[in-house]
């Protein structure tokens, strides 16, 4: 994910306005590499989703320094019943 978020600027805020200081990158869990699939895998188990859950696509977000993210409830269209995090 380094190398494809180096490539992308850091955007001031997010369209909800939870996000900010941040860049992002979300692709369909296929198109990972087998170690990165892995870790997604490991994240998962630990996060102690609910059996049969359906990963969405993974996404990455970087925060710049001073970038954050605020109290929020995520959109079940966008990020499935369930989500697992790692920072």
């Known amino acids: 994910a380094d190398r494809s ?3 992308r600027r850091y955007e001031a805020g997010h369209f909800d306005g939870v996000i900010r200081h941040y860049r992002e990158l979300q692709r369909p869990l296929r198109s990972w590499s ?5 870790l997604f895998d ?8 609910p059996s049969g ?3 969405l696509p993974v996404h990455v977000l970087d925060l710049e320094a ?6 929020h409830v995520d959109h079940v ?6 989500i697992a995090g790692l920072s």
Do not use: D, F, M
């Open 5 to 7: 978020l180096r490539a």
């Open 34 to 38: 087998s170690a990165s699939r892995s």
């Open 42 to 49: 490991r994240v998962a188990s630990l996060a102690a989703l």
């Open 53 to 55: 859950a359906e990963l």
């Open 66 to 71: 001073h970038g954050e993210i605020s109290r």
């Open 77 to 82: 269209e966008y990020s499935g019943e369930s």
